[in-house]
């Protein structure tokens, strides 16, 4: 049996489950790993940015959702001792405070909100469940028990706490990339792990380094493109773009999904095996995007919590990408938050970023009836669907979509000689950081076993 310390890995891609895998072989003795990222940072769909100098932002991933032992993202914090802040619980975000306001300007009264609010957290339980046994989605399922669960109400106020609805479910549509539709409404937060949802204050980046600390810098290239993973003979070898080649025993293959639906034909060499590139090819890839706007002097009062936007179904094309905004977050004491998902999170990417600036500040004049609301003085704006190495946000489960796929996404090939890692292979919590660090430890844990 070979040594441990001469077991030659590759890691390909650097985000949580490439960087988890890399540092629990090293951990176990395995000294002979290489990790190949294509960007010029590590860290992938975790991205801490500052903003205006000053102010931390995350692009990708910015909540431990579910903060209890079985979430080795908060493991892993705790670990390491890293400061964690308390959100509110996740649909606890929405707080009779906020401001609920339709388009004309209008403020929806606290009553309408409150009673909104308890229909829908109440319809939230049932969703997982009556989703699965009535066949029908998510957004139709709570539309129509929302509505029915209103119908006491006065026709104006029934009107309003529909508006309220449809923010609400704008907020929803974020946790599977915009496609609550054509999902099967299992993941979060129709079933949450318990704890609530925990922030970094510092910044997700201080996760990043706890993982890559004590990885001798040499194991890891950046700017390194993998072009090819050759896996007919028992020595793989990968192949980055320059032509720099690197052997090995075994390869973990931590690529985002919409990058392997893009590349696995060029990419793998011989072709994957059918169920595999079926499994790639129907588990679909969300689509989500961030808008951070940066006030030197903010218009609102601190503690403002959030500009709700409450469409109506009249109010502009549904596809345009505003219309997705459920609401702009105040995420620091100068700093709102705008998310978008889906199509429209697609079609967001088609601007630049002050074309954005300009129809955020015109929503939030309008919304707030304020026309001398100073525009924002910076804006960071995702683009996650356009990046080549993510191509999408993140995974969701469609309707087509059974475990057994999710499991096939991440079995090995060949004698455990090609592993597969990422947050698209863990089906208990497919989409999220922790699934991306489960299926790293995961993976390390096929090799470490085999040693
Ligand atoms: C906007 C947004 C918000 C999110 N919010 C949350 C949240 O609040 N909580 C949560 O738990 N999760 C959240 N997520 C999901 C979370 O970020 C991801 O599930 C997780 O980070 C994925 O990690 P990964 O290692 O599987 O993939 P990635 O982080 O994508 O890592 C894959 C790596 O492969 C690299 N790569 C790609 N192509 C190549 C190539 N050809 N050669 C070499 N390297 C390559 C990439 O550059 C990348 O570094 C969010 C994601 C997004 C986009």
Sequence with gaps: MLDRAK???????????????????????????????????????????IIGGKDLVEMGANWILGACAANPAFVLAKQNNIQ???ITELTGRWVVEDLWIKPDGTVIGANIVQRA?????????????????????PVGFIKVSFTLAIQDMSGADQR????IMRSMVNFLQVYDGGYLERSRGKGEPFNPLPGGAMCLPDGMQFLLDSLTKDLPSDSVQLNSQVVSIDWSDPECRVTCEGGRTHEA?????????????????????????AKKAEAINTVP?????????RWEKPFWEPGMGA???CWSDDDAEPLDWWRRIPSFLEVGPNVLLAMVSGEQAEHLESF????ILEKCSFLIRQFLRNPSIASPDQILVSRWCSDPYSRGSFIYQGTNVTEEILEELGSPLEEHRVLFAGEATVPWAYGKMHAARASGLREAERIIGLY
Excluded at 9 to 36: D, P
Excluded at 255 to 273: E, T, Y
């Design 285 to 293: 890839m969300g689509k989500l995007n961030k808008i951070f706007l």
């Design 7 to 49: 077991v030659r890995v590759v890691i390909v891609g650097g985000g949580m489950a490439g960087l988890s895998a890399a540092q629990h072989l090293y951990a176990n003795g395995f000294k002979n790993v290489t990790l190949v990222e294509a960007r010029d940072r590590l860290g992938g769909r975790i991205q801490t940015q």
């Design 307 to 309: 500009i709700q936007l």
């Design 117 to 137: 609010m308890e229909e829908f957290r109440q319809i939230l339980g049932q969703v997982s469940e009556k989703t699965k046994s009535l066949r029908v989605n």
């Design 352 to 355: 630049c970023d002050q074309e």
């Design 249 to 273: 025993d075994h390869v973990i293959i931590s690529l985002p999904v919409g990058v392997l639906k893009q590349h696995r034909k060029k990419l793998f060499i011989p072709h994957l095996p």
């Design 84 to 86: 964690l802040g308390r």
């Design 160 to 163: 309003d706490a529909l508006c």
